[in-house]
């Protein structure tokens, strides 16, 4: 009888350490998958903040590249409303020659013959992927529309410099004395914004012509007013176009600093 006993506690005994190392079997199971799920998890964030690194780097890069092309842009709309400003007192003469100040006429010359271009800094985030890494879907859709609408404004600028060249330009050197114009071009520092280095000044004197140019016939030839017509148009629809741009600009601006400021 205690034989009998003896073995079902032992049946019992050996049946419990089954139940303890099944116990014991799943918490192992379980503390993996616990780990692998963290290691996951860790992994994950890990990712998910290099991604908001590389973002925000990107950011900090647009921000830059776009205040650089904010300065240039503006730079040019001033050269062009220059420009018009010189077109419209050159025409102004011409219909009122009692007004005409000789000294005067090669300054308003010089403002006519620049040609301004916008040459801004476009990023390859595009070509690169790099723009899926921002989260703002508004920025995004600005930066694809980027390139596209800085064309409308450099199809003007291209416009104006073959004009100039190919018609205004030849006129003049037939009609006035280039040396002239572009001495006072110099003597004017016209090309100060055209520099990389702002604030440089440069001494460079060609002299004026010998040659007197006789500039009432210049103001009598049908020709001059068309080319000044056609100077200030062209400036005024490039401008035109630059302050929507300069808006756009101010708009990417906006959403950058926002998106920096709410993600530090």
């Known amino acids: ?28 199971i379980v503390l993996v998958v616990i780990g692998i799920l963290i290691a996951l998890q860790i992994n ?20 830059s590249e776009f205040e650089s092309n904010q300065k240039q842009l503006n730079e040019k709309i001033i050269i062009r409303n220059n420009m018009i400003a010189a077109s419209f007192k050159l025409l102004d003469y011409i219909d009122h020659p009692e007004k005409r100040h000789s000294d005067s006429i090669n300054s308003y010359l010089v403002q006519t013959i ?11 985030i595009m070509s690169s992927g790099r723009i899926q890494l921002l989260k703002n879907n508004t920025l995004k859709e ?19 410099r073959e004009y100039k060249y190919n018609q ?27 520099y990389l280095d702002k604030g440089t000044s440069v001494k460079f004197d060609l002299k004026n012509s010998r040659t007197h140019t006789d500039f009432s016939n210049i103001f009598e030839s049908a020709n001059f007013e068309d080319h ?12 035109i176009q630059s302050l929507s741009l300069q808006n756009r600009i101010k708009e990417i601006l906006q ?10």
């Open 1 to 28: 009888m205690i034989k009998f006993f003896r073995n079902i506690r032992k049946k019992l005994a050996s049946e419990n350490k089954a139940a303890a190392y099944s116990r014991y079997a799943i918490g192992e």
């Open 44 to 63: 994950n964030w890990n990712e998910t903040r290099k991604e908001r690194e590389e973002e925000r780097a990107l950011l900090q890069q647009l921000q």
């Open 114 to 124: 620049l040609v301004p271009t916008f040459d801004p800094i476009i990023n390859d």
């Open 142 to 160: 600005l930066l694809t529309l980027w390139t596209s609408e800085i064309i409308q404004v450099t199809e003007e600028e291209v416009a104006w």
């Open 168 to 194: 205004y330009q030849p006129f003049l050197l037939k009609e006035a004395s280039i040396r002239s114009i572009t001495n006072q071009y110099w003597q004017d520092n016209a090309m100060e914004t055209f």
């Open 228 to 239: 000044l017509a056609a100077c200030a148009t062209n400036a005024k629809i490039a401008n």
């Open 255 to 264: 959403i950058i600093k926002q998106e920096l400021e709410e993600n530090p």
